[in-house]
């Protein structure tokens, strides 16, 4: 059977043999008592690559993000986040429905807002307005094309909310992507941010978990909030070493994926019914305008599928294709020749 090329989503990638070794050899214990090693040695070295004081193993970054929310607002308060992000878009209104807080969305582009922009949206400190509690940034920025919010202008946002005492919190999940193309570390990026959330099942290659990282004070509300959520693990020990595996083998690799990205995008983007923006192909993710096809987003993406490509849709008026660690460069290029064949 002719095998699939999958740029779904970095998601899709599969443990290798060692990544599976790592797995089977882990010394585990109960983590809901604190005793399970390998989950202790994940948090541990994660704090100290995120510049936190603690840090805690979780299922998911959906579960990591609203663990933060919960932590750092109270009922009836207003978190502010980019239209796009993942937070308002893909976590099914978890805001509203486990923390009872309203979202005001801000339009960015690129998925970038400035502080300028927020200053005109923090509420008025009058009693029949919500509290303005917590600004919400997502780095890199997945509905905009894996795109990274420029660091001169989290500066100045931390700098700001701070002075206001409003609380900044960090979607990470692709952090890694952003600190490996522009060379700064995931610390400094984190120094930034009351709470950071990172991702180890994205471009990293783990099977499943996300981590979340901030202060002790912080992170003792954290842990009673996932286990309220049903994130308490036992034996988690196993997806743990999954986890440490792909960051200390995994991280350095994703320059390839970047690589990958803005080759494939170059390519496609000479196709005359096909619109990409090379400016917007940053790290893993390309977009792909396809209105000059007089085609519908089912449609296209149905085509990709009979001819052995998986693709989902980005935006409403784009595809969205995403390298990752099991998609190598050969495959990139027939990727490539098949959409000549059908786009050219």
């Given amino acids: 059977m002719k095998k699939f090329i999958d740029l779904r989503s970095d998601t899709v990638t599969k443990p290798s043999q060692q990544m599976r070794e790592a797995m089977m050899l882990a010394e585990v214990g109960d983590d809901v008592f604190g005793e399970d090693t390998a989950t202790n040695l994940l948090q541990e070295k994660m704090a100290k690559m995120l510049g936190k004081e603690k840090s805690l193993f979780v299922p998911s970054g959906s579960m990591s993000n609203q663990i933060c929310i919960k932590v750092h607002t109270e009922i009836g308060d207003e978190i502010i986040c980019e239209e796009g992000s993942h937070i308002f878009n893909y976590e099914v209104a978890a805001p509203t429905v486990l923390s009872s807080v309203q979202v005001k969305t801000i339009k960015g582009v690129g998925g970038v807002f400035t502080l300028e922009e927020i200053k005109k949206h923090i509420r008025p400190k009058v009693y029949y307005m919500p509290t303005t509690k917590l600004i919400e ?182 595809l969205r294709a995403v390298f990752h660690l099991d998609v190598d460069m050969e495959e990139v290029k027939k990727g490539i020749e098949i959409f000549k064949m059908l786009f050219e």
């Fill in 137 to 318: 940034i997502e780095n890199t920025h997945n509905r905009a094309g894996g795109t990274i919010f420029p660091i001169d202008e989290i500066k100045k946002i931390s700098e700001f909310v701070k002075s206001e005492n409003i609380k900044i919190h960090l979607d990470g999940a692709r952090l890694w992507n952003a600190s490996i193309e522009t060379g700064i570390s995931l610390k400094e990026y984190a120094s930034y941010f009351d709470s950071v959330s990172v991702c180890f099942s994205k471009g990293l290659g783990a099977p499943v978990g996300s981590l979340l990282a901030g202060s002790f004070e912080f992170m003792e509300k954290a842990k009673k909030i996932r286990k309220l959520f049903g994130g308490g693990m036992r034996q988690c020990g196993i997806i743990a070493a999954a986890a440490m595996y792909a960051v200390e083998n995994n991280f350095e690799r994703l320059k390839e994926d970047h690589k990958k990205a803005k080759f494939f995008a170059e390519e496609i983007s000479k196709l005359n019914s096909l619109h990409i923006d090379l400016e917007s192909v940053q790290t893993n993710i390309v977009l792909i305008e396809f209105e000059k096809t007089k085609k519908s987003q089912v449609e296209i993406l149905n085509l990709l599928k009979e001819n052995k490509i998986l693709l989902t849709s980005g935006n409403y008026n784009s």
